[in-house]
Nanobody, 113 residues
Framework: VQLVESGGGLVQPGGSLRLSCAASGFTARIYTMSWYRQAQGKERELVAT????????YYADSVKSRFTISRDNAKNTVYLQMNSLKPEGTAVYYC???????WGQGTQVTVSS
């Protein structure tokens, strides 16, 4: 099992980024997958989840209506579209598979002018 995040970077407040989580060693669509983030000096927090059954989604209140989690089954990849980014969104973002508690290595997102 391997999860590889990409797509992070530096973006101005109000900007957008799309993070990708390429899964290998398993079929992502049959597992519940999440995105977490961890800002410096803070605990890791759940950002968004897509369930394995029906693909229902959950979002933290702080990102609701601005972030979207999605999945491309053909590419075995989970995405996090982040719009209207705020400076408090600066963090390392991690992809997570709930079954077995697998984490990716993380990708840094910095929101700053």
């Amino acid at each position: 099992v391997q999860l590889v995040e990409s797509g992070g970077g530096l973006v101005q407040p109000g900007g957008s980024l799309r993070l990708s989580c390429a899964a290998s060693g398993f079929t992502a669509r049959i597992y519940t997958m999440s995105w977490y983030r961890q800002a410096q000096g803070k605990e890791r927090e759940l950002v968004a989840t897509m369930s394995r059954v029906g693909g229902s989604t959950y979002y933290a209140d702080s990102v609701k209506s601005r972030f979207t989690i999605s999945r491309d089954n053909a590419k075995n990849t989970v995405y996090l579209q982040m719009n209207s980014l705020k400076p408090e969104g600066t963090a390392v973002y991690y992809c997570y598979r709930h079954a077995g508690e697998y984490w990716g290595q993380g990708t840094q997102v910095t929101v700053s002018s």
